[in-house]
């Protein structure tokens, strides 16, 4: 059976004894952070007392370095008096057990792969998403990269879809370049009522837009807390009404924008607008 590189690595190890101990540096547990990329680069740190011999570290760069796949070997030297115990004698007590520094010692133990958690973390539940019945069938519009015709797309299907008699919404989530009210034509401030965003109106559409707050020129720089705020508001505290379809542009890519969506509300279709 073929060994890994983090096993034939792991073997080598343990066949270098610490005099200090009298047993291999892996179950004197002098060798931790060991980690590999695939491309065959090493780095492990070492930790040695002031009665350990300096020439191990030697040693070990030279052993892996002889290791089938190893392209490069980076040792990193730390105090290991934490880590050191004396051996029981006639007068001493024992020594207290040392202080795990990564896993358990022993030549069979697996070494981690750079980049990879070395112990799983408990992941924070993703929210959950609210159901907004009064908006019919929610449909993102999106593409892979900007200028392929998106928010064309958008504009063009909510006028369509009006025009055959349904009521539609179309929100402008591409914040980055909220163009949808130069597509339709519309300026102006939303107004506010009873706390409720009044959305604008075009040809039989009801829109919202973040350009509808800011002014046209005006550059904007947004975060990923933001974005979500934004999106949510413009779900929430936008008087919309009873839709059939709504309609939403969202921004080239994948990112802050198309996540904060799926986890605000629930989508019934996506269409992606590209280029042959």
Do not use: C
Request: no cysteine; charged share 20%.
């Amino acid at each position: 059976m073929t060994l890994t590189l983090q096993e034939r690595i792991s073997d080598v190890l343990s066949r270098i004894r610490s005099k200090r101990v009298g047993t291999n540096i892996l179950e004197a547990d002098m060798v931790s952070e060991v980690a590999t990329t695939v491309d065959g680069k090493v780095r492990l740190s070492v930790f040695l007392t002031a009665d350990d011999d300096a020439a191990v570290v030697r040693e070990i760069r030279q052993a892996i370095q002889q290791v089938e796949g190893v392209t490069d070997v980076r040792v990193d030297v730390k105090d290991g008096s934490a880590n050191a115990g004396a051996a029981p004698g006639r007068d001493a007590a024992p020594a207290a057990p040392p202080v795990a520094r990564g896993p358990q010692s022993g030549a069979s133990r697996t070494l981690p792969v750079m980049g990879q958690t070395a112990s799983p973390r408990a992941t924070p539940p993703a929210p959950t998403p609210v159901a907004y019945p009064g908006l019919g069938n929610i449909i993102a519009i999106s593409s892979g990269k900007g200028g392929v015709g998106k928010s064309t797309v958008a504009t063009n299907l909510a006028i369509a879809l009006a025009r055959q008699g349904a009521r539609v919404g179309l929100m402008d989530a591409d914040i980055y370049g909220p163009n949808i009210p130069r597509m339709m034509g519309v300026t102006g401030q939303p107004p506010v009522e009873r706390e409720k965003i009044i959305p604008l109106n075009a040809h039989g559409v009801k829109l919202m837009s973040l350009g509808f707050m800011i002014d046209r020129d005006q550059p904007a720089i947004w975060r990923g807390p933001i974005i979500m705020k934004i999106i949510t508001q413009f779900l929430r505290d936008v008087q919309w009404g009873e839709l059939d379809y709504f309609l939403v542009d969202m921004p080239p890519g994948t990112g802050d924008a198309q996540l904060s969506l799926v986890q605000a509300t629930t989508i019934h279709g996506a269409l992606i607008v590209t280029t042959p």
